[in-house]
Structure formats: C-alpha cells, structure tokens
C-alpha cells in the first residue's frame, strides 16, 4: 500500500516516539511504501536545517545527509508528480502532497496539518492522521 506521508509527520517519525514512528516502522518492515517527489525531499531538507531540528540531529550523530540517503532508501520517488494549484488555497505549499499521491496512487496521505486534513479526501485518497491511519490499518 502507498502512502505519502506530510514532512511533519515523517519528521516526527524520525526524531520521536508515537504513532509517526510506528508508521515509519511499517515502511521499514515494507508494508507500506512512503512515496516522495523532488517537492517533498526538497521541504524535509529545508525542514532538517531549522535550528530546533538540526539541533536535534546533531545530538543523535547524524547528518541531514545520513537521514536523507536513508529516507531516499526507504521511499519510492516520483519524478513526474502533476503539479496541482489552488486545492489547498489556505497554504498552496501543502498541494505537493496531492501532487505526489495522485503520481504514486496513493491511497492515504497521512498528515498532522489542519490545511491538509480539512480537506478529508481528495481523489479516492483518504487524508488522515497517523492515529486514524493506524486504527484503519490494524484492521
């Protein structure tokens, strides 16, 4: 099963414990498959370089380079994503995410964003929390 996962969850994935974790876990064991764009990659690269982040790296050891080459491993990338304008009008940097789930088929986006979620679904994808993704997941 696709998914494509917000940078704020798949950063909290990384750096936390909880139900973005857990999602990420799924990915490793190849349950699920995360699918990324060149739009994505670039935001979580941006993202691992805020100074509350990268401090947080900093203290595991790692890189941006390391977590980039592992989360490069671990996805499925999509050059070619269609790029969508004006269905999330309240941040018009969120429609990457649209953009790369209708490229992969993604059947869930998986995000904590309220600009996202308010959406509910968006071409037979379900947007959901991570929460909701996991009790639709076990079962």
Request: a positive charge; hydrophobic letters at 45%; glycine letters at 2%.
């Amino acid at each position: 099963m696709r998914v494509v996962l917000d940078t704020n969850v798949l950063i909290s994935a990384l750096f936390w414990k909880g139900k973005a974790a857990l999602i990420l876990d799924l990915a490793e064991k190849g349950t699920i498959t995360v699918c990324l764009t060149k739009e994505i990659l670039d935001e979580i690269i941006r993202v691992l370089n805020y100074p509350k982040i990268y401090k947080h790296l900093s203290s595991t050891c790692l890189t941006v380079n390391d977590i980039l080459h592992y989360i490069t491993e671990l996805a499925e990338f999509y050059h070619d994503a269609i790029q969508l304008k004006n269905m999330i009008k309240d941040d018009p940097s969120d429609n990457k995410f649209l953009s790369c789930a209708l490229a992969s088929r993604a059947k869930y986006i998986i995000s904590g964003d309220a600009h996202i979620l308010k959406l509910k679904s968006f071409v037979n994808i379900s947007i959901v929390t991570p929460a909701v993704f996991l009790s639709i997941f076990k079962k």
